[in-house]
């Protein structure tokens, strides 16, 4: 049976009260940003290069000068690269609601354009953007009327104080799995290490999982469900190789500043102590190039004045959130289209 059109007046009576909720939460987190001295920043979406992360997907497009000679350019997957360009232009706390575009996402949980609430601290601990997050999630649910986050069965009090835990505690506590013994001290891993454990706790491989692939495969299969359920997760301190824009842990270079924030065991947010080091973030990046061309047969340019002002760039941290999802949580919708003024298509 065909599904009523989101614009059919009808089907638009049953959306409206999700989508009003929605610019109130908007509404309240503005004036919460402004209240913290951030700077509301307008990013330009066409860019060179899209994110140089070997699994984000983007849209391409030509760009036809004057002189009628195309150049290809991307919609970007985040607002990232210009964000931090500003940050080493002087500016210090940056905010931005922004559409982003990224192919090959299409579910309840993914629409291929959405808005990524993305913001900077200049000089200023990852940590911070933890409580950041916390605060924005009770906001939400005050400006949607609502004391609970929920989806499907789940449900998460963001009220209550956020659970904060290594990845490594909770593939332990979650999988049985020792994640830590599968990375050597140079940040490197061990495919094989980390493979032998997965199938000895029933988790089913393919011939060609990398490393990557099989921590994916276990984040997915026995981790995430658990997160997040309750109260909210901060699953912190990723390994250094699933964190290519991040810092390695002071204390443990395996281990990289880069956390996650869950609710009702959905991803809402990824945040990082931002990487400021523009000969390693081009290391970075060609392997993340090396293995999308392995994995998908093509690469993204890098952005060279991206690279260039890294060397700028204050010690930063970075947070980008799903704003459509949090939309979603706080007013119990279904799917992420239910959120959506106008859903794709």
Known sequence: MTQTPWWHPDRHADRR??????????????????????????????????????????????????????????????????????????????????????????????????????????????????????????????????????????????????????????????????????????????????????????????????WSDILSRVLVARVEPHLGQGRVTILDRYPAAEAALARTCPDDPREAERFEVYACGVELANGFGELTDPAEQRRRFAAEMDEKQRVYGERYPLDEEFLAALALMPPASGIALGFDRLAMLATAAPRIEDVLWTPPG
Not at 36 to 58: Q, R
Not at 77 to 93: D, I, N, Q, V
């Open 17 to 210: 009260p999700a989508l009003l909720a929605r610019n109130r939460i908007q509404a309240a987190i503005r004036g919460w940003l402004e209240g913290e001295g951030f700077t509301e920043v307008d990013p330009a979406a066409l860019a060179i290069s899209p994110g140089n992360e070997a699994h984000l997907h983007a849209f391409a497009t030509d760009a036809i000068g004057n002189d009628g000679v195309a150049r290809r350019m991307y919609l970007h997957t985040s607002p990232e690269f210009a964000m931090k360009k500003l940050l080493a232009a002087g500016e210090t706390r940056i905010a931005a609601f922004a559409h982003v575009w990224r192919n090959r996402e299409s579910g309840p949980r993914h629409s291929p354009e959405f808005t990524m609430l993305e913001w900077y601290r200049a000089q200023e601990d990852y940590a911070v953007l933890m409580d950041d997050t916390a605060a924005m999630l009770r906001l939400a649910c005050q400006a949607a009327r609502t004391t609970l986050l929920r989806h499907g069965d789940a449900d998460c009090d963001p009220f209550q104080p956020y659970e904060r835990l290594s990845v490594a505690e909770a593939f332990a506590r979650h999988a049985g799995i020792d994640l830590l013994a599968t990375i050597r001290p140079d940040g490197t891993t061990d495919r094989d290490a980390l493979a032998a454990q997965a199938t000895g706790v029933g988790i089913g491989l393919a011939g060609d999982d990398s």
